[in-house]
């Protein structure tokens, strides 16, 4: 197969709408007439990449052609009827979300006109006129009845991924139902997110797939718009965002903490496609759980972002402020984001914890470059918290502790005796030796090793490794190095790498987890201890950490 970074960002963009096209049309339709019952937009999105395909005589295709025109259009036409088109009502404009069982009859929900409306504007501008007239007049209707919903006419007060969505619809109803009013609405807020992404960085740290939702409204609108002046400020945004995509980038991974994340954020980077057509330098992955419209929309991120992803040869500290929107903005002080970037790993993560939404957060983690078998690229260690459950390794609580420096991370769990769950390791699939208090691995080209505090329990669990302590207080220290870096001192494989390693664990408090002190592969001095007021103190070299070089 050619590799992805020879080709250009219009043949990844066929290659994804390709891939989509044929699973749609290999998928049976259910007796609603549709492929998807879980999420509306599922059917909207494939449909869309049928329609797409079977139009496009630049793409071999392995099925009929007009067949699968008529299924892409009998799709999109049953889903856009699923709509709300009875003015004065609730959500009036809107569609359902979860369509079980009977999709007619389904309550309808905020969230699919606030994603698929602009892109309806989109797919109705670009492919209208390839569409049967029973189709184009639905869609035309329903463009109409989101336009008088109103949904998008909300004032900027989070500047979270719901407001981009709701700029971008400003924008692109305004100008197609000539609503000036609405159109310098529009204007107005994107000229504030503009100032509020240059000033104070975005709100939502690694948010996925919400951050793909903001890279996706605004270009939607970019390549829509017909004033210069506005496309100007889309532009400007976009390259805000590419930018802040690029700095936490690592050969499709995205590094670091995430404040919010699905089950195919975590613990494998599967959300992936956005990145695949603008950067490039990994093999598309066969399973594709949000397609959404990244094989439609582009944007080509500034040449200085690309170089920032893609120039990984020299290793990179990142020392990012977070600063909180909205009600968080009153309780919670900024927050500090780390990460430690090579060509073949990355480590990193956020210093304070914040209170979030259904606690969907990652505190910190080790990463791998996406490969094109989907395998878990994640290595890293939480307590459970709210929302957890298992077999889905996110939802942390409050009781962590961290310091992070370069390829090592050090965290400190207090948690009482009687919390009821156990700390939690997450390991990627890979040649791994287990020790009474340690494990050493090699996943790929990177060899992990993960000192504990105590015993501990490791087990397959499903596509990682789960590793599981004792109840009550824990620590753990985790360093990562490349072969290369190990091969220059000798270690041979995963069994001389363990025996190097193992001449230096490091020494865990007394009291289990109340303190760690670790020499790393530098023989450097780290050092985290708790301070007695629920709070804890890391230093490095006998100096203590401080944030005096964090920026935005």
């Known amino acids: ?82 709509q709300n088109r009875v003015p004065g009502t609730a959500l009036y404009g809107h569609w359902p979300l979860n369509l079980d069982p009977v999709p007619r009859e389904a309550g309808f929900h905020e969230l699919p006109a606030e994603l ?36 998008f006419r909300k004032p900027l007060a989070a500047f979270n991924h719901h407001e981009a969505k709701y700029t971008a619809a400003k924008l692109i109803f305004g100008q ?54 506005i496309r100007g400020m889309l532009s400007a945004v976009l390259d805000q965002l590419w930018q802040i995509r690029a700095e936490w980038y690592m050969r499709g991974a995205w590094v670091g903490a995430h404040s919010r994340g699905w089950p195919h954020d975590l613990p494998a980077d599967r959300n992936v496609l956005h990145d695949y057509v603008q950067f490039g330098d990994f093999e598309l992955p066969a399973a594709m759980p949000r397609t959404e419209y990244a094989g439609f929309l582009f944007y080509e991120a500034p040449e200085a972002a690309r170089r920032t992803a893609l120039n990984r040869r020299v290793s990179r500290e990142l020392k ?45 983690s080790f990463s791998l470059p996406v490969t094109a078998d989907g395998n878990i690229n994640r290595l890293y260690f939480f307590h459970p918290g709210s929302g957890y459950r298992e077999g889905d390794p996110r939802h942390q609580s409050g009781y ?33 030796i287990q020790e009474q208090q340690a494990l050493f691995g090699r996943c790929g080209e990177v060899y992990f090793a993960v000192f504990l505090s105590g015993p501990y329990e490791l087990r397959e669990a499903g ?36 025996k190097i390693m193992g001449e230096r664990l490091p020494a865990f408090a007394a009291d289990p987890g109340m303190e760690a002190e670790y020499r790393n592969w530098w023989n450097e001095r780290l050092s985290l201890r708790m301070n007695g007021t629920g709070g804890s103190e890391a230093v490095l070299n006998g100096v203590p950490v401080t944030f005096a070089d964090y920026t935005v």
């Open 1 to 82: 197969m050619e590799e992805a970074f020879d080709r250009t960002p219009r043949e990844r963009r066929q290659e994804i709408i390709w891939a989509a096209a044929v699973a749609a049309e290999g998928r049976q339709l259910l007796p609603s007439g549709l492929w998807f019952h879980d999420d509306v937009r599922n059917n909207f999105y494939y449909a869309s990449y049928l329609l797409a395909a079977a139009g496009d005589a630049s793409l071999e295709l392995p099925f009929d052609r007009e067949g699968a025109k008529r299924k892409a259009e009998a799709v999109l036409l049953e889903t856009v009827l699923l």
């Open 116 to 151: 698929m409306g602009s892109l309806m504007v989109w797919f109705w501008a670009r492919y209208g006129a390839d569409m049967n007239a029973g189709l184009r007049v639905a869609f035309h209707t329903a463009i109409g009845h989101i336009y008088r919903s109103g949904f």
């Open 176 to 229: 197609l139902f000539a609503d000036e009013e609405l159109r310098e609405d529009g204007k107005r807020s994107l000229a504030a997110t503009l100032e509020r992404l240059r000033t104070l960085g975005m709100p939502e740290y690694g948010a996925l797939p919400w951050f793909w939702h903001w890279v996706q409204a605004f270009t939607c609108a970019w390549e829509l718009e017909q004033d210069t002046e």
């Open 320 to 364: 990012k402020l977070v600063h909180p929107a909205g009600a968080a903005s009153k309780t919670q002080g900024p927050l500090h984001s780390y990460a430690y970037i090579t060509g073949e790993v990355a480590a990193g993560g956020v210093w304070e914890r914040a209170e979030e939404f259904d606690n969907e957060q990652l505190r910190w």
């Open 400 to 432: 962590a502790e961290v310091m992070y420096h370069q390829n090592t991370v050090l965290t400190l769990f207090p948690v009482p005796e009687e919390s009821g769950e156990a700390v939690v390791g997450i390991l990627p699939q890979g040649e791994w």
């Open 463 to 498: 596509e990682y490794m789960q590793v599981t302590l004792p109840e009550g207080p824990a620590g753990v220290v985790v360093e990562a190095l490349t072969a290369q870096q190990t091969a220059k001192r000798g270690a041979a494989g995963v069994s001389g790498f363990a």
